[in-house]
Nanobody, 115 residues
Framework: QVQLVESGGGWVQPGGSLRLSCARS????????LGWYRQAPGKQREPVAT???????DYVDSVKGRFTISRDNAKNTVTLQMNNLKPEDTAVYFC?????????WGQGTQVTVSS
């Protein structure tokens, strides 16, 4: 089992920045695919950013150029730097781990972008 604990959510005005962090514990494996998903009210959960074990990132088009995902295998963390936030980025953000056919989720952290 993998335990995931997110931190760093909150409220920010449009154009602002937030940094989300996710700490992994339990059965940690360096080849896991790590990622961040989000779910806005009334919408399906969607992938925001993922990073392979080799450090290759992938982003949904709506956040490209604004969000940056990074991982530190030594510290067992994955972070999401979010810049130039927009109201449409408002959602609950979830840390995610994928290992072959298994996956684990964090409890989620709220991000609210409004003026």
């Amino acid at each position: 089992q993998v335990q995931l604990v997110e931190s760093g959510g909150g409220w920010v005005q449009p154009g602002g920045s937030l940094r989300l962090s996710c700490a992994r514990s339990g059965s940690v494996w360096p080849y896991d695919v790590l990622g961040w998903y989000r779910q806005a009210p009334g919408k399906q959960r969607e992938p925001v950013a993922t990073m392979s074990s080799g450090g290759v990132p992938d982003y949904v088009d709506s956040v490209k150029g604004r969000f940056t995902i990074s991982r530190d295998n030594a510290k067992n963390t994955v972070t999401l730097q979010m810049n130039n936030l927009k109201p449409e980025d408002t959602a609950v953000y979830f840390c995610h781990v994928l290992r072959f056919d298994n996956q684990w989720w964090g409890q989620g952290t709220q991000v609210t972008v409004s003026s």
